[in-house]
Each structure stands twice: as C-alpha cells, then as structure tokens.
C-alpha cells in the first residue's frame, strides 16, 4: 500500500472513531485533500495508458465535459496535429454569414452555433432533437440583444478561442479532425457567453446538449 492510501485508511478510521464532531470534521477535510489528490494521481495514470475522458466520466458517475474541464491539464502532452473538417469549414462560413447578416462587428460563440445547426449533419439534428434550432436560436439571440444582455467585452478573439478549445476536445477523443460536436461543444464555452444564453432562452441547458452530442 503507498503512503497515499495509507493516509486515506487513517484518517477515515480516526473521522469514524473519534467521539468529538469537531475533531471528525477536521479529519474529514484532510481526507477529502487526500482523496481529491489520490483521484488527481488516479485520472492522471488512466489517461496515459489510454483511457479516454469519456471512459473516466463514466467511473466517477460525471459527464464527460465535467471531467475534460476538470482533469484537461492531466491529459499527456501530443503534437499529433488536429485539422478542421471540411464540414466544420462549412459551418465557420455559415457563422461569419451569420454575423454579417445580422450587423455584428464580429463573429461570437452564438453564431458559430448556428453555423453548426445550419451545416446539417448529425449534431445538427442532435441539437435539433434536444429543442435548439437555427432559427429559434436565432430569434432568442435577437431578443436577448435587444434586451440589452448581450456581452461583447470578450468577442473578439472568440473564433480563435473556440476553435483551440475545440481542437483541445477533439484530440482528447482521439480525433485527428475537429468535427462539428466539438465545435457546438467549445462554443458554449464560449467566454462571450452568447451560445449559452441562445439555448438558455430555449428553456434547454448544456447539459441537456452535451448528453445530445455525446459527452
């Protein structure tokens, strides 16, 4: 047994048997330390021998997008190069079509995703049957600015923002492409928060979409 795991069996069994509601919380704040730090190593040890964050997810009883966001600077360093699919191409276009249509100065995480809802393909018709469609999104994203709610102190840049954090997800899953699912995924990360607020006035949440895409 390692001295990690020796300190986890102490200290759970002087929480469990000291009479004194102080003294066990205490106890119970170093081992949960010790557990976070143990699970840390544990993640760290299933990523470089191939587990994928999907397959971690799973054991800890989390989705995938908790883990990648929690355990991403766990994953081993690969200069495997990652390239844009010509269908997330298609769906880059169609965003910046989108942010000309409607006036912004800039294309934001929202029309990106409605670059992925107008692509077609699978994700399009994930995100379709979970209740988001471009056109929904688009009159929500359209009220939502006309509310005055919407953020732009972080626009610019975003493309480049979303696409490095869609690459991010794609090598995580072993993707030599970054495929659309990434694309909708990272752009409701999006630091602009535009995606997020589109779906929101949807009544759907990203969680909902990310069960839909997979992860």
Known sequence: MTAPQHRICR??????????????????????????????TRVAQALRTGSSFGSVAKALGISRQAAHRRYRDLAPATDEPVTLSSHVRRAIQLARDEATATGASTVSSEHLLIGVLRSGGSASAALEAGGVN????????????????????????????????????????????????????????????????????????????RERLGC
């Open 11 to 40: 200290l759970a069994d002087e929480a469990a048997a000291t009479r004194e509601p102080e003294e066990a919380l205490e106890k119970l704040r170093e081992l949960r330390d010790e557990l976070v730090a143990f699970e840390r």
């Open 134 to 209: 471009a056109e929904s999104a688009r009159r929500c994203i359209r009220m939502v600015n006309d509310a005055g709610n919407e953020s732009r102190a972080e626009a610019n840049g975003a493309v480049r923002a979303v696409l490095t954090e869609a690459a991010g997800l794609a090598r995580s899953r072993g993707s030599r492409y970054v495929k659309a699912e990434h694309l909708a995924l990272a752009a409701l990360n999006g630091a602009d928060g535009g995606a997020r607020r589109a779906i929101s006035a949807l009544g759907v949440t990203p969680e909902t979409v």
